[in-house]
Structures are given as structure tokens and as C-alpha cells.
């Protein structure tokens, strides 16, 4: 009997692509992490970084950026206290997710900048009536690290 002969079995090739030139690009100085935008047209400023002028994000950019324009000693003061805060926030114990507003220590470096209750209550804290303080109701690990990471920005100028 003959056996009919076998062709030898190719291996598909992929389609060539040409070459994409190489277009020189001047190299970007780097950016900050979270910009404060310095713009009095908030909305667009925000729109030019990507963010949502209602946004959450925005609220703590614009919050920051409030803070910012505080006196350089009671800025630095403030912001330290905000991230202790927010540190401890995303710890699992329900303790740290309160702050009394009658706190001494929260009156003294933080609390009696309007921007610093828009900015705890953007990263999810919402005022207690009956308790007269702010309890994190919004369990968001990525709201508590934007506002931290937009704090380290405040502390870092000052320093």
C-alpha cells in the first residue's frame, strides 16, 4: 500500500509590524503626587489633573489646599494632627474612628480651621448630632490614603 505523503506542517507567522519611529520627547520634571491646583478656576484646575470638580477626591484637594494658605506653624500643626488621624483611622478598633469636637488637643492644632472639617468630612467623617463629634461612617482605605498622601504634601512645604 502507499501511504499518501505528509506536508509539513508550517507555524503561523505573525504579521510584520513596521517600526515605529522613535520621536525624541524632552524629559518631564516630575510631578507632585496629588497637586493642589492654583488655579481661582477650581473646576477647570481640577478637570486639567483628571478629577471630578464633585468628586470626593476634588473636596479633599481643595480642602488641602485651604489649609495651605493657613500660617506656616499652624499649617504644620494641623496637618500633623489630620494625619494622625487618618492614620489611626484605618486601624480596625471603632475607637479611632471618632473625634470629639470638644478635644482639646483636636481645638488647639486643627479644629479651628473651617477647611479642616470640609476636609475630614470629604474623607468620609460625618458629624454625630447627638454626640457632638465626627465618626468615620465611610470605610474608604483609598479616600483615607488620598487625604494623607495630600496632608504629607502640606507637611513637606512647610518643612
Do not use: Y
Request: aromatic letters at 6%.
Amino acid at each position: 500500500p502507499v501511504q499518501p505523503q505528509q506536508q509539513p506542517v508550517q507555524p503561523q507567522q505573525q504579521p510584520v509590524q513596521p517600526q515605529q519611529q522613535q520621536q525624541h520627547q524632552e524629559p518631564r520634571p516630575p510631578q507632585p503626587r496629588h497637586p493642589v491646583p492654583a488655579s481661582d478656576d477650581d473646576a477647570l484646575a481640577l478637570m486639567a489633573f483628571g478629577v471630578d470638580a464633585d468628586s470626593r477626591e476634588a473636596k479633599i484637594l481643595l480642602a488641602a489646599r485651604e489649609l495651605a494658605s493657613v500660617d506656616p506653624a499652624s499649617r504644620n500643626e494641623a496637618a500633623t494632627t489630620l494625619l494622625l488621624i487618618l492614620s489611626n483611622a484605618s486601624m480596625p478598633d471603632d475607637k479611632f474612628k471618632k473625634i470629639k469636637l470638644a478635644n482639646k488637643r483636636f481645638l488647639r492644632t486643627a479644629g479651628k480651621f473651617p477647611p479642616t472639617h470640609r476636609f475630614l468630612e470629604a474623607v468620609g467623617f460625618e458629624r454625630d448630632p447627638n454626640d457632638a463629634a465626627l465618626i468615620l461612617r465611610r470605610d474608604d482605605p483609598a479616600l483615607l490614603w488620598f487625604g494623607r498622601s495630600a496632608l504629607q504634601d502640606i507637611v513637606a512645604v512647610a518643612a
